[in-house]
Each structure stands twice: as structure tokens, then as C-alpha cells.
């Protein structure tokens, strides 16, 4: 197999079987039909076995935090899909659930068939639980496989409380892992035997959605979804739009990533959070492109120092980017694999925790609940305009994004509070909500990954402290502010 091992979770101890029908690849994070890990995996078991495979790529409609939003942006995932696979010899099974639980028994369904089940490993959110089920629920193998990062998950054996020290980790680690590359068109080339369609019984019962029903998306009226929070206008979601936008990013921003990137109004950083989420892109992808860019090879590693600069021997601007995109997004995938309180106030760093306490008591100068937040109804016009942008677009720049939770702990009434309503109005509205790196950035505002800071602030502690009107002389705001008044 060329799958590297490690990358390859046994769920079940189920058994390959020869007399299945076809070779099951149940995408559930991985959403593409490139650079994956999972779906190369499956390709192979087919091959080996002379079956065919099945793609299912499904969606419920009633997770906690399902839109409008987020349906949108799976459904033209799922479209892009629809026209790659039809290329390739593998069968592309699109479900969208219409109505609260009808997708239930779909996966069992079509496991009995199977000769195993290849799916995505994916450290956050629901998944885990839901694929600690099906593996209870399916009596064929099946196998998780984790296309996450350039470093597998199951690498790192521990939890790392700093970036600087993930990274030291990276320096030391990830080389022999750079050599490892999954294969970017997995299924050209390939020919499988062909199903020409699933037994009458799970279409009839479970029909795929159509391509015209997939254009319209969850708009269309057979869907049970919340339309509270709409589509982002103007925002494609799928394979297609994440290469545009990937390569839009190395050709006019990536130059000025390392100077302009904290700079609101310029927009510079890549945008590509949401598509690298929802698995429409690879890391490894991006990875490969860079380093076609810089014409890089690895005997330009430098030594291992923990420092941000200098050791992947690449242009100031294309370390910068790999510092975000491999060292702070992959030590949130690190500790949302190894903790799985990740997502829990206990999870903060106990110095953390006794700063918040000893200033629990602090009259704060501001209170909103939730329901004012989410109106953009605060004091603040720069915070009221990053809150608007996240309900508009689905995202905040980082910059702002990191002003924007610092005001929330600042004017709830407890941490805790401050938890409960960052992780609301960021899973509810962002595009790259309720990833690995919700929790890094929502628990980096309380001093995950940070360390503590002077003077001593009331509410904030030794808690690292950042404000609108410092924020306002460091970066230019106005024109920030005047886009996105609400
Ligand atoms: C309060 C708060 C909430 C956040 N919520 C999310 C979230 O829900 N989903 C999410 O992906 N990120 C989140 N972040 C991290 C960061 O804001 C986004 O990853 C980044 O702004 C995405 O924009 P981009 O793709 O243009 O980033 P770029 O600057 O182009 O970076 C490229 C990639 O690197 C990764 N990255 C960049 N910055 C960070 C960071 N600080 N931490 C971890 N990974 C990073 C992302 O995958 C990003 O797409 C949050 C940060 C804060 C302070």
C-alpha cells in the first residue's frame, strides 16, 4: 500500500471481505477528489480486490450549527464532486438528508454490501463520535485515514502547550514525512470494475441528490436546514473555487504576506480557512505548489531550532504562510486529536485558569449577553464591525479576530461566559467554524499557547491584553470600520 501506515486507523477490527460488492469510501472530512489520502487508500483496496468503488459524500441536515451557510458551501463541494468523479471509473454518491434523521441506516445500508469502508479521520467537531459509532454499527472493516496535515496526527504522542515547542517538535520530525506525498489525481488512470448504480432499495429509500438540486442549494424547499444564517453572497464553496483562490493567493498575495498579512483592510492572507475545513484543499496540495514556486528541495532544511524563520529554507513570505498553515494549524489538530477536553474551559493552562479566578470578581465596564453580541449592538464600533463581517462574510481577519474574543472576555460576566459565546458566534457564522483551529484561536484568547503577560490588568489578569484603540495605532481601521458599519 502507498498509503503511509501510520496514516491508517483500524476503527472496528473488522475483517476485508472478498465477496462484498464493491469497496466503500465514506467521505466525511476529506471532501475532495485530490491530494487524498483516504480516497488513494480506497482506490487501492478496489484495485487489489478487482471491485468497484463507491464514493458516499453526505451531509445531515440537523448538526448542531447547520445553515443555510454550510450547506451551501458542502452542496457545491458536493457539484464540483458530481463532475470529477463522472470522469473516473468510481461511482460519486451524493446524499443530502431532507428531513431529520432520514439519512439514518444510509452508511449500514450500504456497509452490508461492502467489502470494508474507508473513511476520514478528522479530530473535532461531531466526527469523532459519529465514526466511533458507525464502527459499532458496521461489520465490515472499517478504516479511518488522516489526510489532516503534513504531519499525521499519530506522530506526536503528546499535547504541546506552545507553538515553539510544536515546531521545535516539526523541525525535528517532519522531515521524512515531506517525502510522503499523497497522490494528486488518485483515479486518473485508473480502471475499476464498474457499479452502474446501488441496489433499487438504498436509492429508492436514500436518492441521491441531483445536479440540478444541488445548484439550487439548500434553498431549494425539500431541505430541513436552518435559514438563519444565509449563504455568504458572492463565496463558492469546492474543489474548484479552493484552487482558484489558492492560486490567486500565490500569485498576488503571498508576496506580501510576511509585511502586509495584520493589515484588515488589505486582505491579503490566502482565505483559505473555509476550503482547507471542509477538505475541499489539501495542506499537502498547497505544500506542493509552494514548493514548485520556490523551487525548493529538502536539502535546504535548516537545522532544527524552534525559531519561526529560517528553517524551511524557503523566501521570508513563504515561511510566514508555512508557519500559519503547518505549525499554528497543526498544533490545533495535536491537541484537538490528544485531549478530548480540547474544547472545555478545563483544557486552559492552570496559570490561565488562576489568573481568570483571582480576577473573576472585577467589575467589568461593559456587559452584553449573547443575544447583544450576536445583534451588534455593543459600544464599540470597531468590534460591532468585525461582528458584522462574520455574520455578513463568515469570517473575521485574524488580526481582528483576536481583538474581537479579547472584548468578549472583557465584557461577559465570567471566562466561562466568554467561552460559551465565542464558540457560538464563531461556530454559528464563520465558514471555517467548528475546525481544530476554532478552539486554538477561541482558547488562544485565553491563553492557550500564550504565556503570561505585565502589567497585571483587572479582568484580564496576566491574560494577554489587547484593546480597540491600540489596535486602531498599530493597523489601519477606518476604512475597515466604514466597510462593515453595521
Ligand atoms: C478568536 C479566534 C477564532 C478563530 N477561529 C478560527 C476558526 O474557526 N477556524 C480557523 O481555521 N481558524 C480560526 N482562527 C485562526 C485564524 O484566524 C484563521 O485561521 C485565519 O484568519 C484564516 O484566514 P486565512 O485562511 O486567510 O489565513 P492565512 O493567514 O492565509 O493562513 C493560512 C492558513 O493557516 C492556518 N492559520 C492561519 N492563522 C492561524 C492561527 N492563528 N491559528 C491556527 N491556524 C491558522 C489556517 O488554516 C489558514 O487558512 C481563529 C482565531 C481567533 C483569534
Known sequence: MSVPKIRIHGLNGGEWRSEGDYVLYWMVSSRRSRWNY??????????????????????????????????????????DQGVAFAQTSALYYPYVERQ?????????????????VVTDLFPGFFLPRMLGGAGGRVQVALEAVDSNGLLPLRAAETVFSTAYAFRRFLHKTLPPFLLEMPEASPLSGVTLP?????????????????????????????IAVSRAVRPVVGVRG????????????????????????????????????????????????VFAALVEREGWEMARLGKATGQREGWWGMSKEAEAFLDELVTWREVGFNMAYLNDQYDQYA????????????????????????????????HDPLWNAAQHQLMREGKIHNYLRMLWGKKILEWTRSPEDALAVMIELNNKYALDGRDPNSYSGIFWVLGRYDRAWGPERPIFGKIRYMSSDNTARKVDVKEYIARYAP
Not at 431529520?100 to 470494508?116: F, H, I, S
Not at 432499495?201 to 439548500?218: F, K, S, Y
Not at 474543489?239 to 500569485?251: D, N, T
Not at 496559570?351 to 483571582?358: I, R, S
Open 194 to 222: 464498474r457499479l452502474g448504480r446501488l441496489p433499487v432499495e438504498i436509492v429508492r429509500r436514500w436518492p441521491a441528490i441531483t445536479a440540478e438540486e444541488l445548484a439550487q442549494g439548500a434553498s431549494f424547499s425539500g
Open 347 to 378: 483544557s486552559l493552562p492552570d496559570w490561565a485558569k488562576q489568573t481568570l479566578d483571582e480576577h473573576r470578581q472585577d467589575p467589568r465596564p461593559y456587559l452584553y449577553s449573547l443575544a447583544e453580541f450576536e445583534q451588534v449592538k455593543t
Open 238 to 285: 469546492g474543489e474548484e473555487a479552493a484552487q482558484k483562490r489558492m492560486r490567486s493567493f500565490l500569485a498576488h498575495g503571498l508576496g506580501r504576506y510576511a509585511e502586509e498579512r495584520n493589515e484588515p483592510a488589505l486582505d491579503v492572507t490566502s482565505g483559505l480557512s473555509p476550503y482547507l475545513h471542509f477538505g475541499h484543499l489539501s495542506t499537502h496540495e
Open 38 to 79: 483516504a480516497l488513494q487508500y480506497a482506490v487501492e483496496r478496489a484495485r487489489e480486490m478487482a471491485k468497484p468503488l463507491v464514493v458516499l459524500e453526505a451531509i445531515r441536515c440537523d448538526h448542531r450549527w447547520s445553515s443555510e451557510r454550510i450547506h451551501r458551501f458542502v452542496m457545491d463541494g458536493m457539484a
Open 100 to 116: 431529520k434523521d432520514e439519512g439514518k441506516g444510509l452508511l449500514e445500508a450500504m456497509a452490508q454490501r461492502a467489502c470494508g
